[in-house]
Structures are given as C-alpha cells and as structure tokens.
C-alpha cells in the first residue's frame, strides 16, 4: 500500500510514535496513540494493528534491553512465559484477523477499569519494599498460565497489555515493580514481533511508515525507561494509573458512545 503524507502527517507520526513510546515503556498502553494515529492517514484496520506491530517493536525492543541492561530482567528465569507469550499471541493473531472483535470492544473498558480501581485501592499492586527480585526461575505453571492468555490478548486486541503484564506480575511472583515493567517489556516485545510475522505474512504491514514511526517509538521507550529507573515507584504508580484509567475511558468511549 502507498501513502503520499504531506511533511505534517509525517510529522504527527513521529510526535506520536515518540509519545507512545514513552509511555508504553512505563506503563503500557501506547497502542492507543499510535493505532489511531495510523487510522487518521488513511491505513486500512487490519494494516494499521499490523504497521503498529511494527512500529511498536521497535520501542519495546529498547525498553526490554534498557531495563536488562539496568539488571531488571533476567532472561533465563522467564523461559516459560517466552514460551507460552509466543504460543498465545500466533493464535490472537490469526483470531482477530479472521473475526470480527465487537465482543471485546463492548467489555474491555470494564476490565480495564478493573485494573485502575486494583491499583489505586490495593497498597501493594506496584509492589512494595519487602518484595526482592528473583533468584531462580518462578513456577512453570504460572508463567504459562500468564503468558498464554496475555500473549493471546495482545495478538488479538492490545490495549494496556503491558499494564496487565506488570500487575499480574506483582500479585502472582512479588516482583518489585521495576523488574515488574522489565518482564512486561520483554514480553511484549516477543508478543509484538510474533504478531508482526503473522501479519508480514499476510502483507498487512506498511513498511516504511511502520519503521518511520518505530524509530521514533524506540527513541521515546528509551527515556521512558530510564525515567522510570530513576524515578522508580513514586512516579510509576501515578503514571501508571492515569494512563490505565485514560485508555478505559479510551476504549469505553469508542465502543459505547
């Protein structure tokens, strides 16, 4: 498919992709920039989740390696959820690009808000002092039970994935909430990457408009990334809630309004 963008189209992309990226590498949730921003120039629906996968690849894959590099993700420990993250997000994948997803645009702000609600009414969701970072790989089981439906959602819709990520992270392994956002990260950037295959195989990506984004993203993901390090907690958890509750309200406008 070729766009002819005029220098301002180009130019909201970029704004944009950077801001997206900023934000998913704290909080998740970028997507719901990015993808209407997509939408607005003119990219087919299917094009546009694909040209995001993208896009978002790239700020993913550079948060994921500034917080490894920062010693808040340990590769070896999360083989499973690799595992079970890739499996989930080639079936989400092929679902949402045979049906119709009406169902999920009509329930997923309430389970958004759920999220919201969890975070700001639960002293501990983001973590608290006493939780310490792993020493072996957590349980099997619930790195499959994870990273099958998550994989699964962010094949199949994407919306606040990494917020999901970092939640159910803390509650079910007792990570701090720094090592909480390096596996939301690394995750989906390996659910971001199976899903742009699937795509790329069905030709349903913009390449130049994707990569032109994702370099902006990855710019935006890298000091976000390093925000979040330095700041740590006390600015994680207002950022985190705000962008949840802005993408229930998003989402909850789009599909009941």
């Known amino acids: 498919m070729d766009l002819l963008l005029d220098p301002g189209s180009w130019a909201i992309l970029a704004a944009t992709g950077f801001i997206a990226g900023f934000i998913d590498a704290i909080a998740g949730g970028g997507g719901l920039l990015s993808i209407p921003a997509l939408l607005t120039i003119g990219i087919p629906p299917h094009t546009a989740l694909g040209t995001n996968k993208l896009a978002a690849s790239f700020g993913s894959s550079m948060a994921a390696f500034t917080y490894y590099r920062k010693q808040f993700f340990t590769p070896r420990f999360w ?79 994407g919306p606040a994935t990494g917020a999901f990520w970092t939640i159910s992270s803390v509650s079910q392994y007792k990570l701090p909430v720094l090592n909480s956002c390096g596996l939301a990260r690394a995750m989906t950037l390996i659910s971001n990457l199976t899903s742009l295959s699937v795509f790329l195989a069905l030709g349903q990506v913009n390449l130049m408009v994707g990569l032109s984004m994702g370099l902006c993203m990855m710019l935006g993901s890298f000091i976000g990334a390093r925000t979040a390090i330095k700041f740590g907690v006390p600015f994680i958890r207002p950022l985190f809630i705000s962008i949840v509750i802005l993408i229930a309200i998003n989402l909850a406008w789009g599909a009941w309004a």
């Open 79 to 157: 083989y499973h959820a690799s595992i079970a993250t890739f499996i989930g997000a080639v079936i989400g994948t092929f679902v949402v690009y045979l049906i119709d997803n009406q169902w999920l645009e009509k329930w997923l702000p309430l389970f958004i808000i759920a999220v919201a609600l969890y975070t700001l009414l639960k002293p501990n969701a983001m973590g608290c002092p006493t939780y310490e970072p792993p020493v072996k790989a957590p349980s099997k089981f619930k790195q499959w039970r994870q990273g099958i439906p998550l994989g699964f959602y962010d094949g199949f819709a």
